[in-house]
């Protein structure tokens, strides 16, 4: 079995990751369940400038588009909101799972800003999922000191620090038993060596699917094989059974209450 914990649809300068390329892909790359944000509530774009105000969308706007295509399809597929941190806070639509960016936001994950957010994942015993990486607000710290504060929410670091060696966000992961990390854009070594450091139970397996289209499992934006490949392959070698099980799959049942 495979969830992927980090999927997405949605029109943004840039991209145009639409809903048939997603089904396409879990089943030809037979992914159980995806959970998928919306990329259209991005605040900023890849550059950090704000996106054009005629262009963004109201995030419940954005949710209802969501909820719709994930009703369709729930025997597979679950939802992450994408909030729009910086302009936007939630309201009484924001009942299901929560996941901020501070890259596309530039809100740092510990600002006093989201206690709102937090007060409401508490309550509802919610996971927070958070990009990590790429700018100061995004940086795994952040998200660390976010986590700490709030000791009875948990948080996932995706990315684990994009573009870095990841060495930061492997050291706070074992700090925080409410800390995970995911595998998006994440070296096959770096997960490695989080589990023989912290155990099975800390990371999930993510993928940022179909930023690099229908075939992102199988290629990149080059043409090179994808890094998904070595998780699908080459990963199951090099760790125990039991823990390929718990990252490919148990752990996301468990942080996220999956019922598959």
């Known amino acids: 079995m495979i969830i992927d914990t980090h999927a997405h649809i949605g029109h943004m300068i840039g991209f145009n990751l639409k809903e048939k390329d997603l089904l396409y892909s879990i089943d030809k790359y037979s992914i159980d369940f995806s959970l998928i944000s919306n990329i259209e509530c991005a605040e900023n774009d890849h550059k950090g400038r704000p996106i054009p105000k005629f262009l963004q969308k109201k995030q419940n706007k954005v949710l209802k588009k969501t909820v719709k295509f994930v009703r369709e399809h729930s025997d597979r597929l679950g939802i992450l909101i994408w909030l729009k941190i910086r302009q936007e806070l ?30 409401i994942a508490e309550k509802d015993n919610l996971p ?28 996932v670091m995706v990315h684990m620090d994009l573009g870095s060696d990841n060495s930061e966000a492997l050291e706070l992961l074992g700090k925080l038993d409410n800390l995970y990390g995911d595998t998006t854009w994440v070296p096959i070594s770096t ?11 800390k990371m999930l397996f993510g993928s940022d699917n179909t930023i690099d289209g229908r075939d992102t499992f199988l290629y990149n934006r080059t043409g ?9 392959n080459e990963l199951k070698t090099r760790i125990s059974p039991e823990d390929y099980e718990k990252l490919m799959y148990k752990n996301a049942k468990k942080v996220f209450d999956i019922k598959i």
């Open 90 to 119: 939630p309201d009484d639509e924001f009942t299901t799972l929560k996941e901020g960016d501070p890259f596309h936001s530039r809100v740092a994950p510990d600002d006093e800003k989201l206690e709102p957010v937090y007060k």
């Open 224 to 232: 090179d094989r994808s890094l998904y490949q070595q998780y699908f």
């Open 191 to 201: 997960t490695e060596t989080a589990i023989k450091k912290y155990g099975g139970d």
């Open 128 to 155: 927070v999922v958070s990009h990590t990486g790429g700018c100061e607000e995004a940086r795994s710290i952040h998200l660390y000191n976010a986590a700490k504060t709030h000791p009875n929410i948990k948080f």
